[in-house]
């Protein structure tokens, strides 16, 4: 079966730091480009950020540049984000995708079922 899944949320305080990891099951995650997606209550699912397959290039949203750091191990099938400086706007359920192409949604194939990211305190 083919699947990811994702770890590493729960509450922080503002300014406080959470890493998520992204694993996959069922195929070889580094072939893949793999995307974070946050859904905040109320509002529109969207991209945070992406990595391509070798790491060689990634992205970040505006809003979590020089705060976010997206990164991957393909010798144990992982990929992490590493949040730091976190902020109540962070808060949101945080997905993983995997896909041929980091260019947004369209360009993942494979979904986690996401996991929740409170910042409050």
């Known amino acids: 079966q083919l699947q990811l899944v994702e770890s590493g949320g729960g509450l922080v305080q503002p300014g406080g730091s959470l890493r998520l990891s992204c694993a996959a099951s069922?195929?070889?995650?580094?072939?893949?480009?793999v995307g974070w997606f946050r859904q905040a209550p109320g509002k529109e699912r969207e991209g945070v950020s992406c990595?391509?397959?070798?790491?060689?290039?990634?992205h970040y949203a505006d809003s979590v540049k020089g705060r976010f750091t997206i990164s991957r191990d393909n010798t144990v099938n992982l990929v992490y984000l590493q949040m730091n400086s976190l902020k109540p706007e962070d808060t949101a359920v945080y997905y993983c995708?995997?896909?041929?192409?980091?260019?947004?949604?369209?360009?993942?194939?494979?979904w986690g079922k996401g996991i929740l990211v409170t910042v409050s305190s």
């Open positions: 069922g195929f070889t995650l580094g072939y893949y480009a």
């Open positions: 995708a995997a896909g041929p192409y980091c260019l947004g949604e369209e360009g993942m194939q494979y």
């Open positions: 990595i391509t397959s070798s790491g060689g290039f990634t």
